[in-house]
């Protein structure tokens, strides 16, 4: 054994579970992304709060059209803007972006416990399990309103998804490969 990769099997050991872990490696990256992608186009991780004005976003193809430069998250927003959306998120499952954010992060988790198990070590299989919801945590606290009611300034927003993101991206790029994959 390497010194890059300490806890790996050597070739022809476990090669079903290696396959496994390497698989379930790939779709947790395709999954996290879709979370990603798929939040930040909804305007966050907002799968079961209501759509109100104060929350535009790109889902459903909204756009917001307002008469004066009070602020949307104020009382009586909607008289004063005009929402316009294509209507195709109402007929279509697949355009909920929503449902694309739980099933990513949902599939991420999973993705990741499937890796840790195929691996059979203890402390960087939790922490495989434990990133993806750390960034799920992030993102919550991120989004409008997500942590109870709170709006925070979209430069603060911008800078906790980013550290999000670079979370993941350094446990999957670096230390999940030299722990976790074979």
């Given at each position: 054994m390497s010194d890059e990769t300490p806890n790996v099997p050597p070739p022809g050991d476990n090669t079903r579970r290696r396959q496994i872990a390497r698989a379930a490696g790939l779709v947790g990256d395709l999954a996290w992304w879709l979370f990603v992608v798929s939040s930040l186009i909804a305007g966050g991780v907002n799968?079961?709060?209501?759509?109100?004005?104060?929350s535009v976003s790109f889902s459903d193809s909204i756009r917001v059209y307002c008469m004066d430069t009070s602020p949307l998250g104020s009382e009586n927003?909607?008289?004063?803007?005009?929402?316009?959306?294509?209507?195709?998120?109402?007929?279509?499952l697949f355009a909920d972006l929503a449902l694309c954010s739980i099933v990513g992060i949902v599939v991420?988790?999973?993705?990741?416990?499937?890796?840790s198990w195929a691996t059979g070590l203890l402390v960087p299989g939790v922490l495989n399990v434990a990133v993806p919801l750390i960034g799920y945590v992030l993102f919550l606290a991120a989004t409008p309103g997500?942590?109870?009611?709170?709006?925070?300034?979209?430069?603060?927003a911008l800078v906790i998804?980013?550290?999000?993101?670079v979370?993941?991206?350094?446990?999957?790029?670096?230390f999940r490969t030299r722990y976790l994959q074979a």
């Amino acid at each position: 054994m390497s010194d890059e990769t300490p806890n790996v099997p050597p070739p022809g050991d476990n090669t079903r579970r290696r396959q496994i872990a390497r698989a379930a490696g790939l779709v947790g990256d395709l999954a996290w992304w879709l979370f990603v992608v798929s939040s930040l186009i909804a305007g966050g991780v907002n799968w079961w709060s209501p759509r109100y004005p104060g929350s535009v976003s790109f889902s459903d193809s909204i756009r917001v059209y307002c008469m004066d430069t009070s602020p949307l998250g104020s009382e009586n927003a909607e008289s004063r803007c005009l929402f316009n959306t294509s209507g195709f998120g109402a007929d279509n499952l697949f355009a909920d972006l929503a449902l694309c954010s739980i099933v990513g992060i949902v599939v991420a988790v999973l993705a990741a416990a499937v890796q840790s198990w195929a691996t059979g070590l203890l402390v960087p299989g939790v922490l495989n399990v434990a990133v993806p919801l750390i960034g799920y945590v992030l993102f919550l606290a991120a989004t409008p309103g997500g942590f109870g009611g709170q709006w925070m300034r979209p430069v603060v927003a911008l800078v906790i998804i980013f550290v999000a993101v670079v979370l993941r991206e350094m446990w999957a790029r670096r230390f999940r490969t030299r722990y976790l994959q074979a």
